[in-house]
């Protein structure tokens, strides 16, 4: 025992502590980063929104933390995997909007840099950045957006191979397939599981068809907005009454009726099997009759459409909330929940009929807000709500900050870790920048930029319009009054622009340089 322990009374105390702490800080935590497409806050029992139950995210929440003012930095999928992946905005990752870029898979990226930190690192489910993923020992994904029933997946050989069932069942047990069977347990983990529900066209499990039947959804106050000094909400084509499709999007199908997304929604609800297609038809067909000899016009045809956009979305959620149940309990069964940082968060925010819409885009609260939950590790105090501003840039340094991996130079988000620990720094920002570009496309929302700070927000829309837009979002939460040019704002909206411009600065965003270029030619 001499010669093992030479040192006796307070320095062998002392050495024991050392070690104890040499051994913390080389702890590695593992990450589960669950990711869905297009869930919204408003859909998630957690927010205080009880318009459906979320049990399962409510356990990560009241286990753990909820971030009440998380944004995204440009609302689409792809780009906000790009900012995510890279904690950077959009001009940076150069992955601006889904349908022009491909992402420069060579560049720096978080999952590159924790496997550098000793991690191993798998991605299963949505990709969407047209490259095939780097930085990952292990992935499968859905090609594009994916589909629900009978996916294919893309594997690491590049093969394509269907399976068989619900897309959010098999993307859980892929997942919890890789943590527990196919790892390397000697490493610390992080898994990307990136669903594809809740993406339009909304379409359930099949155990779930029935459920939320009866029930009938409030409407939002400002579902028949006339968007009265907005020209560019005016302007978009993602209004429930107007641009939903009511066989692909509403399941509406008959042999005689004929839409512009028919035949997608034929190919996909194709991939059921014959047995499973019988059960799909059996549902559908009493309210297809029922719809065809009501025949709604108008303010009725909006509110059918709005209510089974609601029932459909929720049932999309159902199954959802019980996998992430899944995976929570498969972490407790083997005891990784305690060294494990669990988020759950979606690619963006979603509009459920306020002004009148569905879809994203847009930087008005509903879409650019996206929900961010937390399971912490064992030693992490904080609990409850975190009100700070946060935004997906801060993902990817949080992750390394986590990881004790060193948080490049050149990331613009921030770590939350500080946050994660109950700290409340004074520093905290006070302002988030956002910039969407995905114009002219779908949608037909105009390319915008802005600033949002806890109490205003202010937009610039660009391109084929030059039109600004200001909030005051304590007066007017829902976005509903305009009040750029309007007097007694004049202060605020100086304030503002100064604060926009030191925001483009610091990221180094291009923009207003292009435009004045272009004003000039
Ligand atoms: C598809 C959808 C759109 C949706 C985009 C982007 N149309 O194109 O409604 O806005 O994806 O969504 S669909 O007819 O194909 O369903 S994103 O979340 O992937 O960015
Ligand atoms: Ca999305």
New binding site residues.
């Given amino acids: 025992f001499a010669f093992l322990y030479p040192l006796t009374g307070m320095a062998a105390l002392a050495s024991l502590a050392s070690c104890t702490e040499e051994k913390e800080a080389a702890k590695q935590y593992n990450i589960v980063y669950i990711m869905t497409?297009?869930h919204t806050a408003q859909m998630m029992s957690c927010y205080g929104n009880h318009l459906i139950e979320t049990p399962n995210l409510d356990r990560i929440a009241n286990d753990g933390v909820i971030f009440t003012n998380s944004f995204v930095a440009n609302s689409?999928?792809?780009p906000?995997r790009a900012c995510m992946l890279t904690g950077k905005h959009s001009h940076a990752n150069g992955f601006t909007d889904?349908t022009t870029c491909v992402f420069d898979g060579s560049q720096q990226t978080m999952p590159k840099l924790l496997q550098q930190a000793g991690y191993q690192t798998a991605l299963i489910g949505k990709w969407?950045l047209i490259s095939l993923p780097t930085g990952f020992d292990h992935w499968e994904i859905v090609p594009e957006?994916g589909d629900y029933y009978n996916p294919d997946f893309i594997n690491m050989d590049n093969d394509t191979i269907r399976k068989e069932r619900y897309i959010t069942n098999l993307i859980t047990d892929m997942s919890i397939d890789w943590m527990e069977n196919q790892r390397d347990k000697n490493k610390p983990f992080c898994i990307f599981i990136h669903h594809k529900a809740i993406?339009?066209?909304w379409l359930p499990e099949l155990k779930y068809l029935s459920l939320y039947e009866d029930k009938t959804f409030p409407l939002p106050d400002n579902f028949y907005d006339d968007y009265e000094g907005r020209p560019a909400a005016a302007a978009q084509e993602?209004n429930i009454l107007k641009d939903m499709?009511i066989i692909?999007d509403n399941k509406m199908d008959r042999a005689d009726k004929e839409t512009p997304?028919k035949e997608?929604y034929e190919s996909y609800v194709g991939r059921l099997s014959p047995e499973d297609r019988k059960v799909y038809d059996a549902f559908y067909e009493p309210i297809i009759e029922d719809f065809y000899k009501k025949n709604p016009k108008g303010k009725e045809l909006a509110e059918w459409k709005y209510q089974r956009y609601m029932r459909d979305y929720s049932k999309v959620v159902k199954s959802l909330d019980d996998n992430v149940g899944r995976v929570l309990d498969y972490l407790k069964e083997k005891g990784l929940l305690d060294n494990t940082l669990v988020v759950y968060t979606s690619?963006?925010g979603f509009y459920m009929g306020e002004h009148g819409w569905f879809?994203?885009?847009f930087m008005y609260e509903e879409s650019m807000h996206t929900p961010l939950i937390m399971h912490l590790p064992k030693d992490f105090k904080a609990k409850g709500e975190i009100p700070q501003m946060v935004q997906n840039i801060d993902y990817a340094p949080t992750f390394l900050d986590l990881a004790g991996a060193p948080i490049p130079e050149d990331i613009q988000g921030v770590s939350l870790l500080p946050l994660l620990k109950g700290e409340k720094p004074a520093d905290w920002r006070k302002s988030l920048y956002y910039h969407f570009y995905e114009f002219p496309a779908?949608?037909m929302v105009k390319r915008h930029y802005g600033v949002r700070t806890e109490r205003y927000k202010l937009i610039h829309f660009y391109n084929d319009i030059d039109e600004w837009e200001l909030y005051d979002l304590q007066e007017d939460p829902t976005e509903m009054h305009n009040l750029y040019g309007k007097p007694g704002y004049e202060k605020i909206t100086e304030d503002l622009k100064a604060e926009l411009v030191k925001l483009q600065t610091q990221y180094q965003d291009p923009i207003e340089e292009k435009l004045k270029q272009q004003q000039k030619n």
Avoid: V
Wanted: glycine share 4%; aromatic share 4%; charged share 40%.
């Fill in positions: 497409d297009d689409l999928s792809g906000s889904n969407h957006q993406h339009r066209n993602m499709d692909y997304l997608r690619d963006q879809d994203k885009r779908e949608h």
